[in-house]
């Protein structure tokens, strides 16, 4: 295990495992049946453009292919090594990456908390969307605060979406990452914006937060009802 963790730390393997990462994605999504929801998505937020998608952790894996030209997205990765063989792979599947994580309490300077939020905040200024966890390292599906302060100090609308294959392997880990699989069908569901005003105190945005995690939660369970052929016409 030892020797594993070693050989892991070196770029090339890095390198290697994000793009052979990337492909395999690929490989899925290509070889996949295709769904979007709602179908027009993109059109309905075109007014709202750039905006912040927000994602489960363990949830994210097929999250680059929610990407459309012309549009430009940038999704936060932790500093880790597993979160460089992730940059890499969503680099390769036309990502832009923003290095650091959410943590807790006066931990945020040490994992790059604070300058991953100005990273994020900035590219949002510069006209460019970004993706990021909504929940925080450790604590699965329960969103944190950083995302809706995002929103607030941005200005820019919260977007909640979700990926989903019908064939899939779900590891059991604390985020139950889940792999997709090819030969299946693939949906991603998008729910409604979520605004936060600029003058929002504690109570606001604790609703907002909890907003966050019931739309999460909603169109979770809609794209996989979709990927499942589960759900109703």
């Known amino acids: 295990m030892a020797s594993l963790r070693r050989f892991s730390r070196h770029p090339w393997a890095q390198k290697a495992t994000g793009v052979l990462a990337a ?51 940038k999704v936060l990765i932790s500093r880790h090594r597993d979160g460089e063989i992730n940059a890499i792979a969503a680099e390769r599947l036309g990502v832009g990456t923003i290095r650091g994580s ?46 809706v302060q995002l929103a607030r100090f941005s200005g820019r609308p919260i977007y909640p979406v979700a990926p989903a294959t019908s064939r899939r392997v779900v590891l059991n880990n604390w985020d ?19 605004r936060v005003a600029r003058d929002a105190g504690d109570a606001a945005l604790e609703e907002a937060r909890k907003l966050v995690e019931t739309r999460l939660n909603a169109v979770t369970e809609r794209a996989y009802a979709i990927a499942d052929g589960r759900a109703g016409a």
């Open 102 to 147: 959410g943590a807790h309490g006066g931990d945020v300077a040490r994992k790059g908390g604070v300058a991953a939020f100005k990273g994020l905040f900035d590219a949002l200024e510069e006209g460019c969307n970004v993706a990021l966890t909504a929940d925080v390292p450790k604590v699965s599906r329960v969103a944190g605060l950083g995302i």
């Open 23 to 73: 492909e395999y994605l690929r490989f899925v999504r290509n070889t996949c049946s295709f769904t979007i929801d709602p179908p027009d998505i993109y059109e309905r937020a075109a007014a709202d453009i750039p905006v912040i998608a927000a994602m489960w952790h363990g949830q994210h894996f097929m999250m680059p292919f929610f990407r459309r030209d012309p549009f430009k997205v």
């Open 176 to 194: 139950r990452s889940t792999i997709g699989l090819p030969f299946g069908r693939f949906a991603i569901a998008v729910g409604e914006p979520i």
